[in-house]
C-alpha cells in the first residue's frame, strides 16, 4: 500500500510539471529559476510523504504481528464457567409428566425468577387440558392456582458435544415444592441440557427425578417420578398469565 501511494503522489507530482496550454502558447511564461525552485518544493513534499507512509506501514506491519504472536486474550475465570453451562437457568415453561400415588397426571409448570437470581424464584402449575387440575392437584383455598417455590443448583461435571468438539459441562439439578389440597410434594431431580444449536432460540433441556410427599415433622415418602423437557424461556419476573418466549 505504501509503494502504491507513492507511486501515485509521483505521478500526480509529474502531471503538475507538465507545462499548461498557456505555457506552450506563450501566453503565459513564468521565470526558469522560480518554476525550478516550486519544483524542489512540490519534490521535497513528495519524498517526506513517501517516507512518512513507509515507516507507518512498517510500524502497523510490526503491530500486527505482535497481535498474532501474543494471541487472543485468555478469558476470565467467570466466563469459563457461563461458557460451560448449556442451561444458565430452569426460568420458562417446562411440559410436565408425573405418575403420583398411581395417578398419571400432565400439564406444564412455570418457573418465574428475578434477574440477579437465575437459579430460585417461583413455580407455577398451570393445566393443558381442561381436566388437568382436577386430575392432578387442586390448590389450597381460597388460593386459585397450585405454586411453591424452586431451587437449582450445580450437581456435576459432564462431557458434551459443542459443534464437532467434545467439551465439559456444568450440569444442575433442581428442587421445588408444590402446596395443594392434596397435600405437600417435594420433586427433586437431575436436569441434561445440551448447547443450543444454530438457529434455535432454546437449548434442549430435558429433567427426571422423584415425588416425594412431605408426612410431617420432617418425614417424607417416596409417592411417584416426573418428567419434563424445556419448551420455552421466560422474562425475568414475567406476569404469570403471559408467557412470552424469549432467549436468555
Do not use: H
Not at 80 to 98: H, N
Not at 106 to 130: A, C, H, I, S, W
Not at 178 to 200: C, N, P, S
Amino acid at each position: 500500500k505504501a509503494r502504491e501511494t507513492v507511486c501515485v503522489s509521483l505521478r500526480a507530482m509529474v502531471a503538475s510539471e507538465n507545462p499548461s496550454p498557456q505555457f506552450l502558447s506563450g501566453t503565459a511564461s513564468p521565470p526558469i529559476q522560480e518554476r525550478f525552485s516550486m519544483r524542489g518544493i512540490r519534490l521535497a513534499k513528495v519524498a517526506f510523504l513517501a517516507l512518512v507512509i513507509i515507516i507507518g506501514g512498517a510500524t502497523n506491519s510490526l503491530a500486527e504481528e505482535d497481535v498474532e504472536a501474543r494471541g487472543p486474550r485468555p478469558q476470565t475465570y467467570e466466563r469459563q464457567i457461563q461458557d460451560a453451562m448449556p442451561l444458565k437457568t430452569m426460568r420458562g415453561v417446562w411440559r410436565f409428566k408425573e405418575k403420583r400415588e398411581g395417578q398419571l397426571c400432565t400439564g406444564q409448570l412455570v418457573f418465574k425468577g428475578k434477574d440477579d437470581e437465575p437459579n430460585r424464584g417461583e413455580v407455577f402449575f398451570e393445566k393443558k387440558n381442561r381436566d388437568d387440575v382436577a386430575a392432578c392437584y387442586l390448590p389450597v383455598p381460597p388460593a386459585k392456582g397450585v405454586k411453591g417455590k424452586w431451587l437449582m443448583k450445580p450437581a456435576k461435571f459432564e462431557s458434551k458435544l459443542r459443534g464437532s468438539q467434545t467439551v465439559g459441562t456444568i450440569q444442575f439439578n433442581a428442587r421445588w415444592k408444590l402446596r395443594t389440597a392434596q397435600g405437600v410434594f417435594i420433586y427433586r431431580g437431575d436436569i441434561a441440557a445440551d448447547f443450543k444449536k444454530a438457529g434455535e432460540a432454546t437449548p434442549e433441556a430435558r429433567i427426571k427425578g422423584e415425588i416425594l410427599k412431605d408426612q410431617g415433622n420432617e418425614n417424607y415418602k417416596k409417592v411417584g417420578s416426573f418428567e419434563g423437557d424445556l419448551q420455552r424461556f421466560l422474562y425475568a419476573n414475567i406476569d404469570n398469565q403471559n408467557s412470552g418466549a424469549v432467549d436468555v
